[in-house]
């Protein structure tokens, strides 16, 4: 009569194995190159080169506005690679802004593979790059990234759009059958992080997030005493949460 119980054990016990392994799949999901040059999706856009602690090379694309206040770092999510943040960098620059735009390891056209230690030297070699006064804008995972950064070196401000609490928070909301704060081997403890800083921030959620619940993200804005703007009816990926004009006038707004 055990069999079917063990069974059932070593069905369960396979597919935790299997998740563990191959947990970095189910979080990072990037795009591959080649991309075009700066200059062919920005006028007067530059490549830039970036060199991490571990030694790995990585691209960019500044877009330079001449007699800036300060220069937007942008911390990308977890899907895609820098071209799919060209309408923000746009706008951003319009309002006279530099931005730089950078791809993780493994996104792009970039080499190595994609871990919580990893993009933190990569935000670090992005960072090294730019002169005079910064801001932070980190989108979903990318928040985690620049809170994390911003405990290393504090921003003039920082935007957080659809932050979740910690990964491990986020991967339960999608599977909650499994172990998943006993599984991951990258936590990104952003509400534990950003509520030892003291930067001037801005929380940005859509209302209709079926990736990040925004009940997450309000935990972030209290967390880092933020300001918190909600976009009624935005879903995670939605254009409006990508460069609409509650998120550039969130970072207009924080640089204070």
């Known amino acids: 009569m055990w069999r079917p119980v063990l069974i059932a054990v070593a069905v369960v016990v396979t597919i935790v194995a299997v998740v563990f392994a191959f947990q970095r799949k ?4 990037p795009s591959p190159g080649p991309l075009p040059s700066a200059e062919e999706v920005l006028p007067g856009g530059r490549d830039v080169r970036l060199v991490t602690a571990d030694s790995l090379l990585l691209d960019g694309w500044h877009f330079e506005v001449f007699d800036a206040p300060a220069t937007v770092v942008v911390f990308p999510g977890n899907g895609g690679n820098r071209l799919g943040r060209v309408p923000l960098a746009r706008e951003l620059t319009e309002r006279g802004l530099s931005v730089l735009l950078f791809d993780y390891r493994g996104y792009g056209d970039n080499p190595g593979k994609p871990s919580e230690e990893g993009l933190a030297m990569d935000a670090r070699a992005a960072l090294d790059l730019i002169d005079g006064p910064v801001i932070y804008f980190g989108e979903s995972l990318g ?3 620049a809170v994390e950064l911003a405990g290393y070196r504090a921003p003039e401000g920082m935007v957080l759009r659809s932050p979740f609490a910690s990964l491990a928070a986020a991967g339960s909301h999608h599977y909650p059958w499994l172990p998943v704060k006993m599984l991951l081997l990258d936590k990104y ?4 992080r950003v509520s030892a800083l003291d930067v ?3 929380v940005v959620l859509g209302t209709s997030d079926s990736v990040v619940p925004p009940a997450q993200s309000r935990e972030v804005a209290t967390a880092a005493r933020a300001r918190l703007v909600e976009v009624a009816g935005a879903d995670h990926n939605d254009e409006v949460l990508l460069s609409g ?3 550039i006038d969130a970072v207009m707004s924080v640089r204070g």
């Open 26 to 29: 189910l979080v990072y999901f």
């Open 143 to 145: 928040a985690a990234v």
């Open 189 to 192: 403890p952003v509400v534990e």
């Open 200 to 202: 001037p921030t801005v």
């Open 245 to 247: 004009p509650q998120v």
